[in-house]
């Protein structure tokens, strides 16, 4: 079986930045999903599966040749749950599952791998969410045995409603890497992470 596979949710709107779609603007010169989605595959050693939605096409079109795995969520304008919903249904079985986002341009793969690995050190039985001072990042991780309970609710499907009512199966990690607790909404925030970027590479 798989050890480690990923879900990337890729399906928003992208409405507060703009008239561009976050997600295909350039990272170290290609779109940033496809960056996002290389860092994942560098990292563990099953498929990564994207979950999309908004402009569909120009998405999918930006990740040729990765040999990443796509789904559509026909639900997406519903909001960010029916997309993990969607990923959960359509995943590889896995040891372990990564849900990640698709706009988080600091994400390194040793960020996901040093999750991972705390994951495992922890209770590799609960799910992993990480935080620094009390913020919560991405991606989280779920063990095999949690990923169905997390369809359980057919009106709230996926991670924040679970996570939340049953704590008994949650363990958070101290993490400081900026990769794991910033993505991009603005225009702003983008110009700041690409600065950001350019030091991380430098």
Same mark, same amino acid.
């Given at each position: 079986?798989? +050890? #480690?596979?990923? $879900?990337? %949710? ?5 409405? @507060? ?5 976050? !997600? /295909? ?69 896995? +040891? #372990?599952?990564? $849900?990640? %986002? ?5 994400? @390194? ?5 040093? !999750? /991972? ?83 991380i590479d430098a």
């Amino acid at each position: 079986m798989t +050890e #480690t596979t990923a $879900i990337l %949710l890729a399906a928003g709107q992208s409405t @507060r930045m703009g008239a561009q779609n976050k !997600l /295909l603007l350039e990272i170290n010169g290609v779109p940033m999903i496809r960056h996002i989605v290389e860092q994942y595959q560098s990292a563990i050693d099953g498929p990564v599966l994207v979950v999309l939605g908004h402009e569909e096409k120009l998405v999918k079109a930006a990740l040729d040749g990765t040999g990443a795995d796509t789904v559509f969520n026909a639900d997406f304008a519903e909001g960010q749950f029916t997309s993990v919903a969607t990923g959960l249904r359509n995943a590889v079985d896995a +040891e #372990t599952v990564l $849900i990640g %986002l698709g706009d988080q341009p600091l994400l @390194r793969h040793k960020d996901i791998t040093a !999750l /991972l690995t705390s994951h495992r050190v922890a209770n590799p039985g609960k799910i992993s969410i990480p935080v620094n001072e009390g913020a919560r990042g991405n991606p989280l991780v779920v063990p095999r045995s949690l990923r169905a309970r997390l369809l359980e609710d057919p009106k709230k499907p996926g991670c924040q409603k679970f996570t939340r009512t049953h704590p008994e199966l949650v363990q958070e990690l101290p993490l400081q890497s900026p990769g794991l607790f910033i993505d991009v909404d603005t225009p702003e925030d983008f110009q700041t992470q690409c600065l950001s970027i350019k030091a991380i590479d430098a």
